[in-house]
């Protein structure tokens, strides 16, 4: 069967905006039949924003699919339900594309799981101590969903929502989806209706970037993160990952419902020291108490940095593909969690049964219950306050 090549030459701003987000007029495009269309020749490169449907939400709303890709090849798919990453292609050290998140097979899929696969994560991200905490005098309950306590924002959170979606092609950063949600005043028990803003770029350093800020119209708190479900292999589990953390302590938890106890417990002597490079799975079947309740590695790291710096989280690499992820941000801490929830009941993307420690997170992010610890950095946000938290997961190649 004869391929089908056409070659355009658009003339107008508007006939390129309609194939593709950020080129200029006058450009060379090919439009190939696979339907992606290609610039050539000319100075821009081809970072491409592609719109796609994606299926309607049980009650009726429409979602629909961003593909951005830069130059090199990299991609990164996301969906207005729930902001969720779907898949996110990079390379090994070979060249080779392959995708490093974990995730369902459908619309349908994600509606029903309750593993937050690639999702944006809010009112409040972690656990919120006996779904409640009192501010301004005033004690808020909140939705109950996990042991008791809030995780994530409760039985509705920001990864069960449709963003509204704008893509942005003329960023110097690189292709850019932005992504809006109201959440309405009393939404999952939270008070004022927060406005929030995530914006996801792709670069040509092969960075996924995520923007966070949110207003207020009434005194809240706020705790905004990301939370796919990583795998630098693309296959199996992580425990030959390494990682690094520059943390010299963490917030201990009092017991299986993951709840800090408020005190700082040093990292030092500890299965969770990882200030020099060591594999996920060293020392994750440890005799430690705090291990046994999670089980496995599901706890907060708070790192060496000044407050709202952009530093770097952590460093994984794989010792399979060579790949490498840095991740930075302005946030004090990060939950560094070992998919121990992970057990065989899912068949995600190509049929891969996600068993335990098939994937890892990186949630940087405020300590988890800082509504319910002063002695913590606080979380709380009022009336002309911007809430702003940057992220950064950067891809490389060893």
């Not at 009112?123 to 996990?146: E, S, V, W």
């Amino acid at each position: 069967m004869k391929k089908m090549i056409q070659r355009l030459v658009l003339l107008g701003a508007g006939a390129c905006a309609a194939f593709l987000v950020g080129c200029s007029t006058n450009k060379t495009l090919t439009l190939q039949s696979d339907g992606n269309i290609r610039v050539s020749p000319g100075p821009y490169t081809g970072p491409l924003i592609t719109k796609s449907p994606y299926g309607t939400t049980t009650d009726g709303t429409t979602v629909a699919s961003y593909r951005l890709s830069n130059s090199k090849g990299a991609e990164v798919t996301i969906i207005t339900y729930g902001g969720i990453v779907v898949s996110l292609k990079v390379p090994d050290t070979y060249g080779t594309m392959g995708d490093v998140v974990l995730g369902c097979n459908s619309l349908e899929d994600y509606e029903k799981a309750t593993t937050y696969f690639g999702a944006l994560i809010g009112r409040y991200g972690n656990r919120i101590g006996k779904a409640q905490f009192t501010l301004d005098g005033k004690t808020y309950h909140l939705a109950t969903n996990n042991n008791g306590n809030t995780l994530h924002g409760g039985n509705k959170g920001f990864d069960k929502v449709v963003w509204t979606a704008k893509p942005n092609g003329n960023s110097p950063l690189g292709p850019q989806l932005i992504l809006t949600y109201t959440s309405k005043d009393g939404e999952e028990g939270f008070p004022g209706n927060l406005n929030v803003t995530a914006v996801y770029t792709l670069t040509e350093k092969n960075e996924l970037r995520i923007d966070f800020t949110a207003t207020t119209d009434k005194d809240t708190v706020v705790n905004l993160t990301h939370h796919s479900y990583f795998n630098l292999t693309g296959k199996g589990d992580i425990l030959r990952h390494i990682v690094t953390i520059p943390a010299d302590n963490i917030t201990p938890v009092v017991d299986a419902g993951l709840i800090p106890s408020g005190s700082l417990q040093p990292v030092a002597g500890t299965p969770f020291d990882f200030r020099t490079p060591t594999p996920i799975g060293a020392r994750i079947n440890a005799d430690d108490p705090q291990l046994k309740l999670g089980p496995g590695y599901d706890h907060n790291w708070v790192i060496n940095k000044k407050p709202g710096e952009l530093t770097l989280m952590a460093r994984v690499s794989d010792p399979g593909s060579f790949r490498v992820m840095e991740v930075w941000s302005t946030e004090p801490a990060l939950q560094f969690y070992t998919g121990n929830f992970l057990d065989g009941t899912i068949t995600g993307k190509g049929g891969w049964v996600y068993q335990q420690h098939a994937a890892f997170c990186m949630e940087p992010q405020h300590y988890p219950d800082s509504p319910n610890q002063p002695q913590f950095p606080s979380t709380e946000l009022k009336p002309g306050e911007t809430y702003k938290n940057t992220i950064i997961y950067r891809f490389s190649v060893q």
